[in-house]
């Protein structure tokens, strides 16, 4: 049997022995392949244990399965170790070392590479139409992703606007170009899920009536590098760093669905959340980054602000959910009315007042 068929038959019988749910098997199998240098059975070990994907999380070990991949030639590796630079998870955000990677993966004909760099490009764009990079291959071939103005035109969006004083709303009207929204669509469509809500009780998230709509939330290592873009951009948009941010998450809307009214904050005040906020802190912040137009209804409501908001493709919008010293603010009471005609889709982020990332 050739090398390559012994590579991919690796990474096949371990799919094999996780459809039976012998994943510590499916794991062994990951790791001798690796040891043997599998470039694709290492990177594929590495996204597990990095999340913990049936799997137990190690990030740190797993981020350096990431980087012997890339020295073996991986591509896919490059493009999950760009996200690893741009996330902050083992230090400040490296988005230069990112895009670097990034550029690294597409010369080696990493295809989903090639696209996030024409998706970036377009945000370089004054209009936000989508200038033609081709498909840029070093940091050399497209310097404009990399140098300093470059650099702050990708990860720094125009002030905003304060639509409501306290608690703070601002929005921002050009928070993100067309082919950013398109993307982050496109990525979601193929992993909705209906959303569910948690009940501090039981310890789990359920299925609720309050809460209708659809979602697809990402991992660090299923999100990529214009997710990450579009967190960058929320930190500087709100002030608070992105390694606060929990996983990034698309929200769907169809005709006739909704959430309810709800807050975004963890209560204090309820004992189910005592050592939630204990471990990971408040969500002080919602981001919101609206994807669509061509959908009626589906307004944004504050009901206790008086502060109903439509947003427009590409907007983006936060409230602060907390008071002093991450006190719940209960005027924050919002919802998501129902679409009366189309779909609606946000991008959705919480911001808490910790690090989400933390070293294992």
Partial sequence: ??????????????RELDAEGRHDDAINELAEAAQRGDVEA?????????????????????????????????????????????????GPPDWRGALGLLMLAAERGWDPARAQLEVLGSMLG???????????????????????????????????????????????????GGAVCDWLIGQARRKLKRARVYDAYSKTDIVDESRTNSCAVFNMMEADLVHLLVQARMAAGCGQP??????????????????????????????????????????????????????????????????????????????????????????TLHSGRPPTRGEKWVFSQFVRDRPELIED
Avoid: W
């Fill in 42 to 90: 290492t990177t594929q070990l590495a996204k597990r244990i990095i999340v913990g994907d049936r799997a137990p999380r190690l990030r740190r070990q797993g981020v350096g399965l990431l980087r012997d991949a890339v020295k073996m030639g991986g591509a896919e590796a490059a493009d999950r170790l760009a996200v690893v630079h741009a996330s902050g998870a083992f």
């Fill in 126 to 176: 004054a209009d936000g139409a989508a200038p033609r990079l081709g498909a840029p291959t070093s940091p050399a071939a497209a310097p404009a992703l990399v140098d300093d103005a470059g650099l702050r035109a990708l990860l720094v969006p125009a002030p905003g606007a304060v639509v409501h004083d306290d608690p703070r709303i601002c929005a921002f009207p050009s928070f993100v």
């Fill in 242 to 331: 992105a390694r606060h941010m929990e996983a990034p998450t698309v929200l769907h809307y169809a005709v006739g669905e909704t959430i309810e009214d709800h807050y975004d904050f963890i209560d204090p005040a309820h004992p189910g959340y005592a050592e939630e906020i204990r471990r990971s802190g408040n969500r002080v912040i919602t981001f919101l980054v609206y994807l669509n137009e061509g959908y009626e209804g589906g307004d944004t409501v504050f009901p206790k602000l008086g502060v109903e908001h439509a947003g427009r493709r590409g907007e983006g919008l936060f409230f602060v959910n907390t008071g002093r010293d991450s006190q719940a603010d209960l005027r």
């Fill in 1 to 14: 049997m050739s090398e390559a068929a012994q590579q991919s038959s690796a990474i096949a019988r371990a």
